[in-house]
């Protein structure tokens, strides 16, 4: 099995897989966007002017067999709104979530959560500005948010995705738009990276003990740089 480690700055990644003996080759696709989130003065509860706010967010994405078109998410943040009692992620629309967990990144200890629409989401006053037509995770962190201080939780969930992870041709690709900075992909057992256009650093085999570095970033459509 291999690892990428994505720190990806706002920009298109692709990379491709082949089996060390058969001709079956992966392909992933990123366009990420860098996330900016403020913290509001310290306080003991929310305001009314406040929003949701949160930092140091890291994803892994474990691609599960091409033929399901499915992959795993462990999607670590912290939630940074002082007074904050509860934490909303997002369900990516076109994407079927399912095997949800979550849990307190301190204790260890799994925190209750829901799945509410974006029009519940909306009357949390943190949550003014939530997509009505979207559905949200909504957390129930195990204390609230201290002034000048954070809850860390960890979300995990299963997507069902057949626009961001499918087959074409020969050619398995994963094409995801990332929202965050840093990211890492582990790829489906017997695959190994032979192409990507953004920098990256790729682990491969017992240990990781195999790495390659890429250094240049491309764009758009061009043409993805190889590591052999």
Not at 134 to 156: D, S, W
Request: aromatic share 8%.
């Amino acid at each position: 099995m291999l690892g990428l480690n994505l720190d990806s700055l706002p920009r298109t990644e692709i990379s491709r897989m082949t089996r060390p003996i058969t001709i079956a080759h992966v392909a992933l696709l990123f366009c990420g966007a860098a996330l900016h989130a403020q913290q509001p003065a310290a306080g003991t509860a929310p305001s009314a002017a406040a929003q949701q706010t949160e930092s140091d967010e890291y994803t892994r994405y474990e691609l599960l067999g091409p033929e399901t078109a499915s992959f795993k998410i462990f999607y670590e943040v912290t939630a940074t709104t002082p007074g904050a009692k509860a934490y909303f992620n997002p369900i990516r629309k076109g994407s079927t979530a399912s095997d949800e967990a979550v849990y307190d990144a301190m204790t260890g200890e799994p925190l209750h959560f829901e799945v509410v629409t974006g029009a519940e989401a909306a009357k949390d006053p943190l949550m003014a500005g939530a997509d009505a037509g979207g559905n949200y995770i909504k957390v129930q962190l195990a204390r609230p948010v201290p002034p000048e201080g954070q809850g860390r939780i960890l979300i995990v969930k299963t997507y069902k995705d057949a626009k961001s992870y499918y087959r074409e041709g020969e050619t398995i690709v994963f094409n995801r738009s990332l929202g965050i900075r840093r990211n890492k992909v582990v790829l489906p057992a017997g695959y190994e990276l032979v192409a990507c256009n953004v920098p990256l650093a790729s682990l491969v085999g017992a240990g990781w003990a195999h790495r390659h570095q890429l250094h240049e970033c491309r764009c758009g459509r061009s043409a993805p740089h190889s590591a052999r």
